[in-house]
């Protein structure tokens, strides 16, 4: 895929993080205190659950018609979970942006440095425990996983936080409200850029001839 310069009004935000690095809630809490965060909504070959809506939790697409996606290069990133498979697809990012809207992304950090190789300008962030102490603490709290598994995760951190230098923001998630206002600034700060604040008040720029 060829790298876009991305000359849309909204932003993209990936975030990456170990299991049980709180990715997830930080990400849930922060669309919940901002409207315009938006998630982007994936592809997927599974069946819809209880209230789920085409278009809205998930695209709901046949395996022949993600085959066909996966033949025309329409992902960004996709992956086999549990005997289904789901893609993020580069035109609903688009599309999104395209609309104002900023999406965020949560995803493995492959994933999140392949994204950051098609969207230029996409905004890269890292969410670290603590401490080891406390990243195995919280997967044991979780009560998910047995020990082995706990153990693999833990291995799988190693590999992961490795990585973290490659990111342009890291967070580290000691205090949850500190983690969530942290995240929250790295989002506002993105939007007062030169290039953004262009992108998204195009008008505005147009008229002072800039």
Same mark, same amino acid.
């Given at each position: ?23 997830? !809630? ?9 409207? $315009? ?22 695209? *709901? ?5 993600? &085959? ?33 809207? &900023? ?22 962030? *890292?969410?670290?425990?603590? !401490? ?22 833990? $291995? ?8 973290? $230098?490659? *990111? ?8 949850f409200e500190r983690a969530v206002f942290d995240l929250k600034s790295i989002v506002h700060a ?14 505005? *720029? ?5």
């Amino acid at each position: 895929m060829r790298m876009e310069s991305m000359e849309y009004p909204g932003n993209l935000f990936v975030v990456a993080a170990p299991s049980g690095a709180g990715k997830s !809630s930080l990400v849930k809490a922060l669309m919940e205190l901002d409207s $315009h965060v938006q998630p982007s909504v994936s592809h997927t070959t599974r069946a819809p659950r209880g209230q789920e809506k085409h278009g809205r939790e998930y695209f *709901f697409v046949s395996n022949a018609e993600f &085959d066909a996606m996966v033949q025309a290069d329409a992902f960004v990133e996709w992956a086999h979970v549990h005997n289904h498979r789901y893609g993020t697809s580069k035109k609903a990012i688009e599309e999104r942006m395209a609309q104002g809207a &900023d999406v965020i992304l949560e995803i493995d950090y492959q994933g999140a440095l392949q994204i950051k190789g098609i969207f230029a300008n996409a905004v890269t962030i *890292f969410i670290l425990p603590p !401490s080891w102490e406390e990243l195995r603490a919280r997967l044991e709290r979780r009560g998910e996983d047995a020990a082995d598994v706990i153990e693999v995760r833990l $291995h799988n951190a190693a590999v992961e936080m490795a990585q973290a $230098h490659l *990111f342009d923001f890291v967070i580290i998630n000691e205090s949850f409200e500190r983690a969530v206002f942290d995240l929250k600034s790295i989002v506002h700060a993105q939007r007062l850029k030169y290039l953004a604040q262009r992108r998204a008040r195009a008008e505005t *720029f147009k008229a002072l001839h800039l």
